[in-house]
């Protein structure tokens, strides 16, 4: 019964938080702020991630392609194609639910349980729509250049572990990253992070606004907002990898 | 003027507040009293449509809140002034740009003109060169100040306190009573004060409200506490050896 109580209630706050804004261009301003807090901030973290994640994946590749039957340059495609399709998307956005998700809810919580919330709705304002709705404009614009950022990176930190460690040439590693390539699966990645960054803030948020209690509750929210985005990240990664690459 | 009339509040099944009919006068300090857990911030909280009342109605010079559709109550609640226990000042946003928040949101104006008002109203409360400060540069009583002073930028009918006075020392207490008096003095609006700060009740009680276990136990003004025979109320208010003394003295 809980778990539909919390739909109920996480549809009626979406309810509140997708009406009209009030001002534009307030909604703008914040949705440019949001835009830096979110995704500018999460630069730093997405690329050593992005470099690194890249690196440990071609050299895994190189190990368990080690034959002479299958060519060289498949360590690059096999690469890019788990860098693509599931390694920057899925993995990154789990980050960012974590970094993002956490500093959303226990900053929407704190409002709540310092009344600075309840004062937003005395003024008139409608909290939820003020809030929220640029968080998740912001990470629904951002994101999706953040995953971008991160395939480049990613593709970059294999080139240079695979040359460096002479598991595979630069040539063979580029000709891999080049062949067989459809802009389909680009698109694949790119539409899984918009779902996912709509579940990381709107959830986070939701965490955050219906907090009640002090400083330990908001700890809670907090906590609860981040396994929860990763759990719908997870589910929904699954029902759109079924409804997108099921031919 | 605003009539509470008969209203009622539910938790979970359980009564909080219990047929509560009164009346808060324009122009007057109207203090709400009772000890912690007797209802007066939820009364409060139902009076500015925090929470919904059960039963009953709420009436804002005739306008019944409860026929109020929500676009009636977005524009009542722009008519209202609020300072929250804590403040509840945004900590993202500096001094000035808290004071502004009700006008950008609520008004048309221009930045000039809202820069005047916002430095009119931080004039009004003694805060003249706080307007690149953050909450957390504030002292408390700076921070009520400031509240104020965001409470009066929309020149509102109506201003409610909840605990105006929690957590500040005596002086700056007196200092934001004598504020709340003023300002409800000079506007002629209607003022709320949800306190249980004995020295507020004896400073700018106009009209007390005693609240017991969710009911109006006792109405009067502050000259009329001194003399009340109410057994709970004296219990309340003369709890400690020095208002017990103050009563001893008047009588």
């Given at each position: 019964?809980?778990?539909?109580?919390?739909?109920?209630?996480?549809?009626?706050?979406?309810?509140?938080?997708?009406?009209?804004?009030?001002?534009?261009?307030?909604?703008?301003?914040?949705t440019v702020k949001e835009v830096e807090s979110i995704g500018l901030e999460s630069l730093w973290i997405v690329s050593i991630i992005s470099i690194f994640m890249g690196a440990v994946a071609t050299?895994q590749m190189?190990?368990?392609?080690?034959?002479?039957?299958?060519?060289?340059?498949?360590i690059g495609f096999a690469t890019r194609q788990t860098i693509i399709l599931e390694f920057s998307p899925t993995m990154i956005s789990l980050i960012l639910a974590g970094k993002v998700g956490?500093k959303i809810?226990?900053?929407?919580?704190?409002?709540?349980?310092?009344?600075?919330?309840?004062?937003?709705?005395?003024?008139?304002?409608?909290?939820?729509?003020?809030?929220?709705?640029p968080k998740i404009a912001a990470a629904v614009f951002i994101n999706p250049i953040l995953i971008i950022i991160s395939i480049v990176l990613a593709l970059f930190g294999g080139w240079i572990v695979g040359t460096?460690?002479?598991?595979?040439?630069s040539?063979?590693y580029i000709l891999g990253l080049r062949s067989w390539y459809q802009s389909f699966d680009v698109f694949y990645a790119l539409i899984k992070t918009v779902v996912f960054a709509f579940l990381i803030t709107s959830?986070s948020?939701?965490?955050?606004?219906?907090?009640?209690?002090?400083?330990?509750?908001?700890?809670?929210?907090?906590?609860?907002?981040?396994?929860?985005s990763s759990?719908f990240i997870i589910?929904f990664n699954l029902i759109l990898t079924?409804l997108l690459l099921?031919? | 003027?605003?009539?509470?009339?008969?209203?009622?509040?539910?938790?979970?099944?359980?009564?909080?507040?219990?047929?509560?009919?009164?009346?808060?006068?324009?122009?007057?300090?109207?203090?709400?009293?009772?000890?912690?857990?007797?209802?007066?911030?939820?009364?409060?909280?139902?009076?500015?449509?925090?929470?919904?009342?059960?039963?009953?109605?709420?009436?804002?010079?005739?306008?019944?809140?409860?026929?109020?559709?929500?676009?009636?109550?977005?524009?009542?609640?722009?008519?209202?002034?609020?300072?929250?226990?804590?403040?509840?000042?945004?900590?993202?946003?500096?001094?000035?740009?808290?004071?502004?928040?009700?006008?950008?949101?609520?008004?048309?104006?221009?930045?000039?003109?809202?820069?005047?008002?916002?430095?009119?109203?931080?004039?009004?409360?003694?805060?003249?060169?706080?307007?690149?400060?953050?909450?957390?540069?504030?002292?408390?009583?700076?921070?009520?100040?400031?509240?104020?002073?965001?409470?009066?930028?929309?020149?509102?009918?109506?201003?409610?306190?909840?605990?105006?006075?929690?957590?500040?020392?005596?002086?700056?207490?007196?200092?934001?009573?004598?504020?709340?008096?003023?300002?409800?003095?000079?506007?002629?609006?209607?003022?709320?004060?949800?306190?249980?700060?004995?020295?507020?009740?004896?400073?700018?009680?106009?009209?007390?409200?005693?609240?017991?276990?969710?009911?109006?136990?006792?109405?009067?003004?502050?000259?009329?506490?001194?003399?009340?025979?109410?057994?709970?109320?004296?219990?309340?208010?003369?709890?400690?050896?020095?208002?017990?003394?103050?009563?001893?003295?008047?009588?």
């Amino acid at each position: 019964m809980k778990i539909f109580s919390q739909l109920g209630g996480y549809l009626l706050f979406m309810r509140q938080v997708f009406t009209r804004p009030d001002k534009f261009r307030i909604f703008h301003q914040q949705t440019v702020k949001e835009v830096e807090s979110i995704g500018l901030e999460s630069l730093w973290i997405v690329s050593i991630i992005s470099i690194f994640m890249g690196a440990v994946a071609t050299i895994q590749m190189a190990f368990n392609i080690d034959t002479p039957l299958i060519p060289k340059y498949t360590i690059g495609f096999a690469t890019r194609q788990t860098i693509i399709l599931e390694f920057s998307p899925t993995m990154i956005s789990l980050i960012l639910a974590g970094k993002v998700g956490s500093k959303i809810a226990s900053e929407i919580g704190t409002m709540r349980v310092t009344e600075q919330i309840d004062a937003m709705e005395i003024m008139g304002v409608n909290p939820a729509n003020y809030l929220i709705l640029p968080k998740i404009a912001a990470a629904v614009f951002i994101n999706p250049i953040l995953i971008i950022i991160s395939i480049v990176l990613a593709l970059f930190g294999g080139w240079i572990v695979g040359t460096t460690t002479n598991l595979v040439t630069s040539t063979d590693y580029i000709l891999g990253l080049r062949s067989w390539y459809q802009s389909f699966d680009v698109f694949y990645a790119l539409i899984k992070t918009v779902v996912f960054a709509f579940l990381i803030t709107s959830i986070s948020g939701y965490y955050g606004y219906i907090t009640r209690g002090g400083a330990e509750d908001v700890g809670k929210a907090s906590t609860k907002a981040v396994v929860q985005s990763s759990i719908f990240i997870i589910l929904f990664n699954l029902i759109l990898t079924q409804l997108l690459l099921n031919d | 003027m605003i009539e509470v009339d008969h209203i009622s509040k539910y938790f979970d099944g359980n009564r909080v507040l219990q047929d509560i009919t009164t009346r808060f006068v324009r122009g007057k300090n109207n203090l709400i009293i009772g000890q912690s857990g007797s209802g007066k911030t939820v009364l409060l909280k139902c009076i500015i449509g925090l929470y919904a009342i059960d039963e009953g109605d709420i009436l804002f010079e005739k306008r019944s809140l409860m026929e109020m559709d929500p676009e009636s109550r977005k524009s009542l609640r722009k008519e209202f002034g609020t300072l929250f226990q804590g403040g509840a000042l945004f900590s993202s946003l500096s001094v000035e740009e808290n004071v502004m928040f009700p006008l950008t949101m609520n008004t048309d104006m221009g930045r000039e003109e809202k820069l005047e008002r916002v430095n009119f109203c931080l004039r009004r409360v003694k805060l003249e060169n706080a307007n690149k400060l953050y909450p957390s540069q504030l002292s408390g009583g700076m921070i009520k100040r400031v509240a104020i002073a965001r409470a009066i930028s929309l020149n509102p009918k109506y201003l409610f306190c909840d605990e105006p006075n929690s957590g500040l020392d005596p002086s700056t207490a007196n200092v934001i009573d004598k504020l709340i008096n003023e300002i409800t003095e000079e506007y002629q609006i209607t003022t709320i004060v949800n306190t249980h700060d004995m020295n507020s009740v004896m400073e700018i009680g106009d009209q007390v409200a005693f609240i017991y276990e969710g009911q109006l136990w006792w109405e009067g003004s502050r000259d009329d506490i001194l003399h009340s025979d109410n057994r709970e109320l004296n219990d309340f208010v003369f709890a400690t050896e020095l208002t017990k003394k103050l009563k001893h003295k008047s009588a």
